[in-house]
């Protein structure tokens, strides 16, 4: 299903775009009980052999990050941001440094609020700022793996613009929240909120960069991959038990939906990589790859939803009671998936084509 001939032909050339190593990794990682930091290795050896994401290797980035969660939701957890920044950065004509792992922290929350001013201007100086560091001030919310990250990308406000800055987060200044993290879905993938204080950070792109290129779009669709692959995992679970029970119907049928949904997601998946790899000028506005990236994950969305809530009620309570692997991959993938923000993103997509069209009929 990783290899379905519906993926263009950079994530079908498994050998090149590290498909299948990613998958071995994630098989044998890190698993639940360990500390964050343990995962990190994985996390380097996975972004050893997976393509980072750019026009003409998006169906092999796609793949991989699905590969991963297929075996292992909260370590695609961990790779897909890392692999991320790692592309951002290269899109910005930046390196990272040897041995470095990356988040990227660009969510904003009520009351909460990252400041940048650069240096020598002042508490409170709002002048521009250009190529030299930034001091940060503020709080971050949602950000994943920080007490364990040497670096991460995070975007702050300017004025009354947002900017994208690389900042090491190992300097004093950097105080982690790890604590506020309550969840049961990926309880070792804590996310809290980050307070800097006077923290120097280096811009990565001119204000408005991070969002306006059309790679914020693509790495949108990265992310449901990765929700595709978790929902593989338990589809797995699913046709295992229909294996086993070759004269139950009830098994047969959900695995028959299960396999019709995940082909659904599969071919929105395929379809966007084969659009973002196609070769020539590129041709789509900054407003289609927006309302690409939502439709699809949108379809994503919905169809992992329904795979894990039949296989649940297929399966019973016995897996989600008695195997430690099975409960995790369902309460991860159910918070997983909540970055797609249901109505409210498809109410953006209404409002897109209202405005812009977009869709055929």
Sequence with gaps: MLRSSAWPASA???DADGVEDSARVAAGSWRRGSAPSD????VRTVAATAPLLSAGTAGGSFAALAAVAAADVALARAVEPHLDALAILAQAGATAPEDSTWGVFAAEAPGLRLTATAEGAGAGGTGPVGAGSVLLDGTKPWCSLASVLSHALVTAHVGEDRQLFAVDLRQDG??????????????????????????????????????????????GIGVAACWWGGAVGLARLLRDR????????????????????????EDALAAAAARIDAPGPDATTDREWVLLAQVVRSRVRRSVDAVRERVVRTLGP???TADASVAARVADLELYVLQDHGDRDLARIGRIVVEDGGVAW
């Design 12 to 14: 079908r050339s498994v």
């Design 318 to 320: 016995a897996p989600l």
């Design 39 to 42: 995962r990190l290795a994985s």
């Design 242 to 265: 229909a294996a086993e029970h070759h004269g139950s119907e009830l098994l047969q049928a959900a695995l028959g939906a299960t396999v019709a949904d995940l082909a659904d997601a």
């Design 174 to 219: 950097v105080t982690v929240h790890d604590e506020a993290w309550v969840a049961r879905g990926m309880p070792d993938v804590p996310s809290g909120p980050v307070d800097f204080a006077g923290v120097r950070a280096t811009p990565v792109g001119e204000p408005g960069w991070y969002t306006a290129r059309p790679g914020f779009a693509w790495g």
